[in-house]
């Protein structure tokens, strides 16, 4: 009960400092809208697929889990300048849950990313994208449990690092790899079986393949409950960690 | 108010492939009593502001107790949470929240209603004369207008003790003196206060009593007068130029009238004396006999420098 309201204050007041600079709205859509215009064409002869809907049937997912693992990594550095200006330090003197300190700020950057989602869902229906509503649900399901696990540990890494100029090569150099290794721009089913071996160990390989696996409307497959239980089960260690590092020294 | 035992905390550093552990507070006993204002003194680097954070649980002691406002540092840091106010060094509001969200949120992070949190607010933005800019973003905030701000979110849950981490380093006179009136009316309205700061007038001014830190211990505590009273005597400051310093030293140094000799940086000699009255024409036949003429002589009673450097053997201004 405590824990609930605390997080609801933290996300009260971090969302209401979000909305009162819309900016974000806009930067956070520009980018996925380029890939959508610039990027997507290209697909349709690359992918050999019958239309351009198919083509963005495979692709729009893709960019989803992309905006979740970047938008959340990146979360740390307003961390940083909240711990810079003592604000974190004037949290923890309070007895306020340490958990909802880190919560309330994941939730806002799960419900931040969801808009964004929701922007470019709307974007790609123009281009002929179809997609059932229940199944759409879920897929936003596995990118907010995904910004969940993103937005967490890099606030949690922010806490330890305490310098953006550490923050930003660490999370690039995670980042990169992850991209490549998930299939995100091009399926890996054209990938070499080494390529593949390795890209099986990377928990948003499995990510993107069960959001394709909800945009073509395909419930059943196994890649779908499976990406959800991997994205949570690393959402829940990724929380706990972060709470850990807020409720530890700070200095 | 505060009692504490042997309160230690040691840090390790790295620097390249070599850790060393810095004892930053070596077994520190305090006692402060309810309703003062109890004044932390001491040079940067000896283990006030991590005393100070220990204390308001911001970080766990190595070993040591302590006993705050009735609550166990160690064993209840949450019950202690509750009790106590702080307001950090280095500033504590956000550029783009208002003084009034700021207020009202700190509030509600002590689990205080929505209705009464808004009521406290505007209690504490007229008590702190920040009411004309409840609802300017802080970053349009003046540098004593702000500090203000981070005072009003220290004390909105009403504490029994409040620790104020060098409260006035930064301000101005005249803000300074505005802060000092306001950490006074804390006193009247019932608070214990527990400041830190390494200016000596003002631990003089403002403190009912106060303790000295050096090298992570408590070298002296007690009220400004008595720790003043315990150095006997009195001090004459001779002014001299740079030159005619060494000199007049050596003409003094061993004067049966002069307890104590110290060189003063910029020229000059500090005496501690047992008399100043006799020991002053003393002085001045010495210097005329020698040849040095001085530029001033001046008595005065012993200052809080003075007590630091007779308990640690330097001044608290050099160091």
Not at chain 1, 163 to 176: G, I, R
Not at chain 2, 25 to 30: F, I, S
Not at chain 2, 185 to 213: N, P
């Amino acid at each position: 009960m405590k824990l609930a309201r605390d997080t609801w204050l933290i996300f009260q007041r971090q969302f209401q400092l979000l909305i009162r600079n819309p900016v974000w709205v806009f930067v956070g859509v520009f980018q996925p809208v380029m890939y959508l215009l610039l990027f997507a064409p290209l697909l349709k002869p690359a992918l050999n697929a019958p239309t351009q809907a198919a083509a963005y049937k495979i692709f729009v997912p893709g960019l989803l889990v992309l905006l979740a693992i970047f938008g959340g990594l990146f979360q740390g550095f307003g961390l940083i300048a909240e711990l810079r200006a003592g604000v974190i330090e004037r949290s923890r003197v309070t007895p306020v849950s340490r958990l909802a300190l880190l919560l309330g700020r994941s939730l806002r950057d799960v419900v931040s990313l969801i808009v964004q989602a929701i922007i470019i869902t709307l974007l790609a229906l123009a281009f002929d994208l179809r997609v059932v509503l229940g199944d759409l649900l879920l897929a936003y399901l596995m990118l907010a449990l995904i910004a969940l696990m993103t937005s967490a540990v890099s606030y949690g890494v922010a806490l330890k690092v305490k310098s953006e100029d550490a923050l930003a090569p660490l999370m690039n150099t995670v980042a990169q790899p992850v991209l490549l290794l998930s299939g995100i721009l091009l399926p890996l089913q054209f990938a070499p079986g080494w390529l593949q071996g390795i890209a099986d160990w990377n928990p948003f390989s499995w990510a993107v393949d069960g959001t394709r696996a909800l945009f073509a409307g395909d419930l059943g497959n196994d890649k779908v409950w499976q990406g959800l239980s991997i994205v949570a089960v690393l959402a829940v260690l990724g929380v706990y960690w972060a709470a850990r590092q807020f409720a530890r020294t700070v200095r | 108010m505060i009692e504490t035992r042997g309160l230690r905390k040691s840090f390790r550093s790295r620097a390249g492939r070599e850790t060393k552990t810095v004892e930053a507070v070596r077994g520190v006993d305090l006692t402060v009593t309810e309703g003062e204002i109890f004044g932390f003194l001491g040079p940067n680097g000896a283990g006030k502001t991590t005393t100070l954070r220990m204390l308001a649980t911001l970080i766990e002691p190595d070993d040591g107790e302590a006993i705050i406002a009735g609550a166990d540092l160690r064993k209840t840091p949450g019950e202690v949470r509750r009790r106590i106010g702080y307001v950090a060094q280095g500033g504590s509001t956000w550029d783009e929240s208002t003084a009034r969200e700021e207020l009202v949120l700190q509030a509600r992070l002590y689990g205080i209603g929505k209705a009464e949190a808004h009521q406290r607010a505007v209690r504490a933005l007229d008590a702190f004369q920040l009411a004309e800019f409840a609802d300017r973003k802080c970053k349009t905030y003046s540098g004593g207008q702000r500090r203000r701000v981070e005072i009003a979110l220290g004390i909105i849950h009403e504490p029994k003790i409040v620790f104020l981490d060098e409260p006035t380093t930064g301000l101005d006179p005249q803000s300074r003196a505005h802060m000092w009136d306001e950490i006074r009316r804390l006193r009247t309205d019932g608070m214990t206060v527990f400041i830190t700061t390494h200016y000596l007038d003002e631990a003089d001014a403002l403190c009912d009593r106060i303790a000295i830190m050096d090298h992570g211990q408590v070298v002296a505590e007690g009220t400004p007068a008595d720790l003043k009273r315990e150095i006997s005597g009195d001090v004459v400051q001779v002014g001299l130029d740079v030159v005619a310093t060494p000199q007049a030293a050596k003409a003094l140094d061993g004067e049966a009238y002069v307890r104590k000799l110290e060189t003063v940086d910029d020229g000059g000699l500090r005496l501690y004396v047992e008399e100043g009255a006799t020991a002053i024409p003393q002085i001045l036949r010495r210097l005329d006999q020698v040849g040095v003429a001085l530029s001033s002589i001046e008595l005065h009673r012993p200052s809080l420098d003075d007590v630091f450097l007779t308990k640690t053997g330097r001044s608290l201004r050099e160091s």
